[in-house]
């Protein structure tokens, strides 16, 4: 199975700012996939990330709010524009293996104050 | 909304078997039973998918009724860091389908001593 790194782990950012997570595979992934989890809640897709291409942005999701790139095949970031409480989450990231296991990164655990 | 119906939360004895049911009444013929779990703070994990027979792996098995309306998640010997939320998913196969990966709520399994 795929290892996922995913930086930082957790952060504490004021409102206003933005926080660009990474997301490292240790292997070439066609697809990226960024979700959010927020307090106490099931995991929710943001968005579906190709290389080479603009990412897919689910219902409810824009890219002015969650911009993502997909420089190669191996990384991805998710950057999490003008916080605001309300985004204190856990943002992951995940990859799709055949035949058909996501495999997800441990997270970023984001508090916006 | 998710496709499948699970018990909010079970208790299970360290090293009993724990069986976790799920319902997917509105099954469809391509769509496959996935099954996760988010031990706390980490991402989810997968552990197990069927169509429609029986799977077994060395995390645990999967049993899936013959009219595919429902299953049961068996762990054999529950240890307690089985305890998690374990996530029944129900997705059509290939690549590109993890946008159908669909978290409901989930079961909260408590294995205790």
């Known amino acids: 199975s795929a290892v996922i790194s995913q930086k930082p782990s957790r952060d504490i950012c004021q409102r206003g700012t933005s926080l660009t997570i990474q997301c490292q595979v240790d292997?070439?992934?066609?697809?990226m996939f960024w979700y959010r989890q927020q307090p106490g809640q099931s995991l929710t897709l943001i968005a579906t990330?190709?290389?080479?291409?603009?990412?897919?942005?689910e219902s409810g999701f824009v890219i002015d709010k969650f911009p993502i790139s997909r420089p190669n095949l191996t990384f991805s970031t998710l950057t999490v524009s003008n916080m605001s409480p309300e985004d204190s989450s856990i943002y992951l990231c995940?990859?799709?293996?055949?035949?058909?296991?996501?495999?997800f990164g441990q997270g970023t655990r984001l508090t916006v104050v | 909304d998710a496709k499948t119906t699970q018990p909010t939360s079970m208790d299970c004895a360290e090293g009993r078997a724990a069986n976790l049911p799920c319902n997917h009444s509105?099954?469809?013929?391509?769509?496959?039973v996935y099954w996760y779990r988010q031990i706390h703070s980490q991402g989810p994990q997968y552990i197990i998918h069927?169509?429609?027979n029986n799977e077994t792996n060395e995390m645990a098995s999967l049993i899936i009724t013959e009219d595919r309306k429902s299953s049961t998640l068996i762990l054999p010997h529950a240890t307690l860091r089985d305890t998690a939320v374990y996530y029944c998913?129900?997705?059509?196969?290939?690549?590109?389908?993890?946008?159908?990966?669909?978290f409901g709520k989930g079961t909260k399994l408590s294995v205790k001593p």
């Open positions: 995940s990859v799709e293996e055949e035949p058909g296991g996501a495999f």
């Open positions: 292997s070439q992934v066609t697809m």
């Open positions: 990330a190709n290389q080479g291409s603009e990412a897919t942005y």
């Open positions: 509105t099954i469809s013929g391509n769509e496959y």
């Open positions: 069927g169509l429609k």
């Open positions: 998913i129900v997705r059509v196969l290939g690549r590109g389908s993890q946008g159908n990966l669909i």
